[in-house]
């Protein structure tokens, strides 16, 4: 907004979206409106008669008001630039990988903040944007890179089966939104590891975690007319955190019985969860949830940080799914007092039965940890590997807490280093590379084995 007489007027030089106004024609390519900037901005700044906006779609200008700059008469201004080209500012949610069906390699598809998902195909030198709006969590078929599952927003899912194509007479995308009364804004969904659909075998079963979990038995052999047919998308109930709706899955993970891997009834699930009022401040707290032992139980948090339980796996090594890791986010000192404070992000959970249920023995793994958020969570052979607001770490996921030790992955103070910047989502590919979805710097890769 401007104003050019002290605040008793303002103009609106960059309207949100351009759909609601008389000059919106959606028959032209350009919309028919002046060029506005994104919608959500973050920044502005003044200098040598420029205005200057940062915002999620990048970087835009126009000459500062009121000597040459230019609105029309809504007070719009038609004289924005955009200089995103070439910034590699897109602030990622997830990262998800297949093999590319034109055979020239993998397809890398992503999650972004308010820009849809985005695809790069294998071998191409741009990427394209097969899903619009937000763009939250994502998954895609490891056997083919053109099956991507899409998150808009609250577990409002899209489906697309050939990487999003279409010539504009019918959609290359549908619906299969989870029916959860109350998921969190970007909420997570899986694959259920070593699973088998129950339609062809051909890719792995589906959990999501909203207010309650959820399974999805079809996952990418699912089809339009099924989704037409069925309010519920194929979507089931598994487990519901709580009545109230308060509660939300925050971190999910799930594993396949391997004798009877399109059986969901013997899954093995976990998911770490927060509440209450949208998991803000006021009245926080916080769980994991897990059937692991044949019933749904809440594990003992006693001892554990007050805060944010971002991601939470299954040890695939552990064919008992008895080992968990915990990872949380939120910073410690001086913005944290009681249950919460003190320097601790990691941890690693045992899992055993007893007369009465499950009980757990948590063992902390943040020595030597910076006091930064954790976001993510990958066991991958003998590493455990973290992301965090300053990128990834990675130790020895058999040390203990007196011998653990944490290095950097992918930064030695080189032109390829790993931005130290916010790593939202880790993915170990088939294609033997870990990826790294990051929340400003775009997506970044190295070969899993190097990872040392």
């Not at 919608?39 to 835009?60: C, E, F, K, M, R």
């Not at 029916?179 to 051909?202: C, E, H, L, Q």
């Not at 998308?233 to 999910?252: E, H, M, P």
Request: hydrophobic share 35%.
């Amino acid at each position: 907004y401007e104003t050019e007489d002290g605040g008793a007027t303002w103009k609106t030089i960059g309207p949100y979206w351009n759909f609601p106004f008389p000059c919106y024609d959606a028959t032209k390519p350009d919309g028919g409106c002046p060029a506005t900037t994104h919608p959500d901005q973050h920044s502005v700044s003044i200098a040598n008669g420029t205005l200057w906006v940062g915002n999620d779609g990048g970087v835009y200008s126009r000459p500062s008001a009121p000597s040459a700059s230019k609105e029309d008469a809504s007070g719009h201004a038609t004289d924005w630039a955009n200089h995103g080209d070439g910034l590699r500012t897109l602030q990622y949610y997830s990262v998800g990988t297949g093999r590319d069906p034109n055979g020239r390699g993998t397809a890398v598809a992503g999650g972004l903040q308010d820009n849809g998902g985005s695809l790069l195909r294998a071998g191409a030198r741009k990427q394209v944007s097969p899903f619009g709006g937000d763009g939250g969590d994502i998954i895609v078929n490891p056997r083919n890179g053109c099956e991507i599952l899409d998150e808009y927003v609250f577990l409002a899912l899209w489906l697309t089966k050939n990487c999003g194509r279409s010539d504009g007479s019918t959609s290359a995308i549908f619906d299969i939104t989870v029916p959860d009364r109350n998921a969190r804004f970007t909420a997570p969904f899986r694959v259920v590891r070593g699973s088998k659909n129950i339609t062809d075998g051909s890719s792995e079963r589906w959990v999501a975690g909203g207010n309650s979990v959820w399974q999805h038995d079809y996952a990418f052999a699912y089809t339009p007319a099924q989704a037409a047919a069925d309010p519920a998308k194929g979507w089931i109930n598994a487990y519901t955190l709580d009545q109230s709706g308060a509660r939300l899955v925050v971190g999910l993970d799930a594993v396949a019985d391997p004798n009877a891997p399109a059986d969901k009834a013997k899954d093995t699930v976990i998911a770490s969860w927060c509440g209450e009022a949208n998991c803000n401040s006021t009245g926080f707290t916080r769980g994991v949830a897990t059937n692991w032992g044949g019933a749904w139980t809440e594990l003992d948090m006693t001892g554990l940080p007050n805060r944010y339980p971002n991601a939470v796996t299954f040890d695939p090594s552990d064919r008992t799914n008895s080992t968990v890791y915990l990872v949380f986010n939120g910073f410690n000192r001086r913005f944290i007092e009681g249950p919460g404070a003190g320097v601790k992000h990691v941890y690693r959970g045992k899992l055993t039965k007893t007369p009465t249920g499950v009980a757990v023995a948590w063992e902390d793994l943040s020595v030597g940890f910076p006091d930064v958020p954790a976001t993510d969570v990958v066991v991958f052979g003998t590493k455990l590997i973290v992301g965090t607001d300053l990128g990834v770490l990675v130790a020895d996921k058999n040390a203990t807490s007196q011998t653990i030790r944490w290095r950097k992955v992918g930064f030695s103070h080189g032109i390829l280093d790993l931005p130290l910047t916010s790593v939202y989502d880790l993915h170990a590919s088939t294609d033997g590379n870990l990826y790294a979805a990051t929340h400003g710097r775009g997506i970044w890769k190295t070969p899993l084995a190097l990872i040392r």
